[in-house]
């Protein structure tokens, strides 16, 4: 049985809308002859970052470690840390490239990069000539769920993603391929309401195995399931608060209708497939002091959310063991996750060109895991000072403290601590930025 | 089951928000009201728009006047403004560009898109000075088309008046005629009051200012710049830069003109050690005023100097 029925017609709708339109819209629009803004903007943004731990606390926070606790200890190296070595990391860059078409389309393509890997993080195109209110966006980008989610990391007040971002979504955060459709509302307080259908293929949130070969003639739980696999929803709301205030405050959610996963032991395969939701609310709010350079401004942000995975387990041998021979089941269960995470941060601009700022946050206030017999484990908690130095517009220096304090499985608490220095430089036609 | 629950309550809010679009769809056109709703980034802008729209034309004017122009956030507000906008008026040429792009993204409102008559950029209708960061190191705060601050000039404004007349005619047809006879109107009231705030300055002034925003003084009023306290635009005034401001200034005269929001410890500086009278200014009027409003900023601007 087909369990998001509705999916497929709206998708449909959607694609429609987006190609039916800008025809319409063509026949009314004349291109002023030497407009600027129709050329390529490219922008190049550079990271180095300078990486010290002083002292090794508990790598993942319990509950955290791709969902379940199995006991061995496989460093694959893609355990959640940043990945930056101790001593000087490239870090960050990205280069962007930025065209319009007439006033139809926005094309945007974002090129990470760093030592190793370099990665097409966004590569989308927006409607700007869509009536009433409605924008749609396809490609390849970053969800606009949450605050944090769809901002680039030079736009961040911290050198580092705020941990419910990294573990209940993933490295990148939500970065998916779809569509997204938006509507601002002709209000006096900015509402924007959006749905975004995605392929689904976020390890936090909507992680994707596809179909496994047999063992033995013994087939896998694990199906091929044709995309898109997860549905988003938000909103946005921004009162007008004068000339010194502003804020804006989001709810969003979505659902994964597929969330598989596939773990290698020794002699078994485990595997879970299912489905995921989350929920979330985030807030923001900027005080403009009106004097130069940023003094006394203030910027506060804080974001919540909460995930449930729901998933079906069941193992398969792929080697004999002592339990029985390749093709064997066992293990099989239904369970849930049920995990959250929040974090609230501050930044104030002390002098002219200079911020410091604080950032605490917690990762499994609620923290249930159902595999086996369930556990219930304890929160994790971050504790991050900065402080920002901007000598001219499109450089920053920042100097950023982390006390980590993570609980492991057996509800041990070991406290680390980073340090972290970090030159970002924009260079180019670099831009504007959101709210 | 899990499974079926979490389905009906994602299916109800597909519906919830279809249904909220839908509803929106249909009431937004009863929303346009009569007269033209025209959304000005800075108060110059706005000003005119007034004089010149009358009673035909709602202005909200987004950036602060004792804010810097160049520096503001892409607030909520200012996209549910443009959101509702049939007309965008702003400088150009640069000055809004760390913030205006993402507001006019954030609105999706088509009627203010760049190239449409509903967008209405005042440095495409008028020659501009050439900005010094066109010739210095580039250090990101660049102007390439030319300085942005032209709001300083009454005769530059007077030009765009005749433009924006013609502009909220073709927007706005019905009252073409009145909007076009208004603009010239308060063009030669700009004009005027220009040639009688000079005739008063004593001739040959010396001014030192903060940025390049006051430079287009120099098309109107009898003065000279002879120096700035930044070292480079965007970049605050060093010890080393005022001190050899002070050394090749030394024993001449002339006056200090600063914005209100900049700070004035470079200016002071001067003040000591040159013995220059030093005045902040702002410059741009509040941010509900009229034609009268910026009239009496120009006046401000010609009595900081010497009188004859």
New interface residues.
Partial sequence: MP??A?TRP?LAGLTALTLATPGA?AAQ????PN???WGLDVSLILEGVYYNEMSRGNRDPAGFDDGHDHGHDHDHGHGHDHGFDNGFNLGHSELVFEA?L??LF?GVLTIGFDEDHVEVEEAYL?T????????VKAGKFLSDIGYINSRHGHDWDFVDRPLVNEYLFGDHGLQETGVQA????????????G?ELLQGETGGIANYEGGQSALNGQDRILRDRSGPRL?T?FA??????G?DH???FGVS?G?ARSFQQTDEHSTRFEDWDG?A?FAGLDAVY?Y?S?????HGDWRLQGEYFYREI?VDRRDVNFEADGNGPIGFVRNEQSF?NQQDGIYVQGVYGFA??WEAGLRTEALGLTNDVGRGSGSSFGASYRHTAQVTFRP????FLRAQLSQSDFIDEDDRRDRGLEFMLQLNV?LGAH????? | MFFRKTRTRSTRWLIAIGALALNALILAPAQAAAGLNVVATTSTLGALAREIGGDQAEVRVLAPPDRDAHYLDARPSFMAALRRADMLLEIGAGLEEGWLPAAQRGASNRAINSGQPGHFRAADMIELRRSITMDGPNMGHVHEEGNPHFNTDPRRLAEIAIALGERMGQLHSDHADTFMERAERTANRLREHAEALADRVEPGQHIVVYHEDLDYLEEWLPVEIVGYLEPAPGIPPTARHLRSLVSDLEGTEGTVLYAEFQPPRGAEFLERNLGWPTHAVPLDPPADSGLEGYLELMTTWAESLPQR
């Fill in positions: 369990r998001f509705l709206a819209a629009w004349t291109a002023p407009d600027a803004s319009s007439g006033d926005d927006v700007r000539a869509l009536p009433g209110g409605f924008q938006t509507w601002v509302a002709p209000t006096e307080t900015y509402t924007q309401l749905v549905i929803a946005k709301f921004g009162p007008d608060l000339p502003a804020a804006q959610g659902y489905s939701w900027k403009s009106g004097r130069a350079y940023g729901d849930k002219p060109r001219v517009e499109p450089v924009a831009g504007a930025h959101r709210f």
